[in-house]
């Protein structure tokens, strides 16, 4: 029998729909990104781009992939064919419910949060995925202890992939160009969370909202960005994470990413 190598917990901030076709720092990043990797055998997206009240699951063999934005119609015309995985669906459910987390699978699409940073990271699509939903009005905990639940799979070979983005205020992102550097109170807050993430310092990040420099403007309410970030951190039982990548785009979106390996 083939030994299954455990699987890292990513966070990544996956930009704005162009990053799929733009030549910029976290396109280069992405394409990168997957031969880095060891081969999972499916991945788990926990993207920012899907709420609901209660965790839900993307079922069925072939989901489609979502235009959920607008743009240019080269944006909406990218393909990417890739494959769900019934029966990890099944394997969350039941490792869930001993957790007393009910979940549900639902026939959904991937969005955008999933499915453009893999068409980068995995060209081909023949990895299954499987997205699960974020709740938007649960707490940083809520999706730590979602994370702790799932840490199993990735002794299975499931590449955990949390979604976000580091930094994301999108109204403010408007008033920048692409190229423009971050003002001061990004570049606090992003500073702030790589030094608690390299130091692996769990209750700091947990309790942000009161401990992290400008935590509500660059994560304004819901917070949907940044939360993601807290399942693979659970998912590593709180260790010490490791930055891929540090850049910026439109000034306010942080599009830092990390890796917990342990």
Known sequence: MDTIEKMPALFISHGPPFVAVRNCP????????????????????????????????TGGDTPE???????????????????????????????????GISV??????????TWIPLMLMFPQGEIPVVQISIQTEEDPYHHY????????????????????????????????????????????????????????????????QRQAPHPLRCHPYPAEHFLPLF??????????GRKLHGSFLMGTLSMAAYVWEQ
């Open 145 to 208: 202890r979602l994370g702790r639940a799932l840490a199993p799979f990735r002794e299975a070979g499931v590449l955990l992939m949390a979604s976000g983005g580091a930094v994301h205020n999108l109204d403010e992102a408007q008033a920048h160009d692409v190229d423009d550097p971050p003002p001061e109170y990004v570049r606090q807050f992003d500073e702030w969370l790589e030094a608690q993430i390299i130091g692996g310092n769990t209750a700091a990040l947990l309790d942000y």
């Open 26 to 57: 976290p396109h280069h990043f992405f394409k990168g990104l997957g031969k880095g990797l060891p081969r999972p055998r499916a991945i788990l997206s926990i993207s920012a781009h899907w709420e609901s009240v209660a965790p839900l699951l």
């Open 231 to 240: 399942v693979s951190l659970g998912a590593s039982e709180g260790g010490r």
């Open 104 to 113: 549900q699978s639902q026939v959904r699409g991937l969005d955008h949060g």
């Open 65 to 99: 992939i979502l235009y959920d934005f607008g743009g240019p119609p080269a944006l909406r015309s990218l393909q990417y064919g890739i494959k769900g995985d019934p029966d990890l669906v099944n394997e969350i459910i039941d490792r869930l419910g001993l957790h």
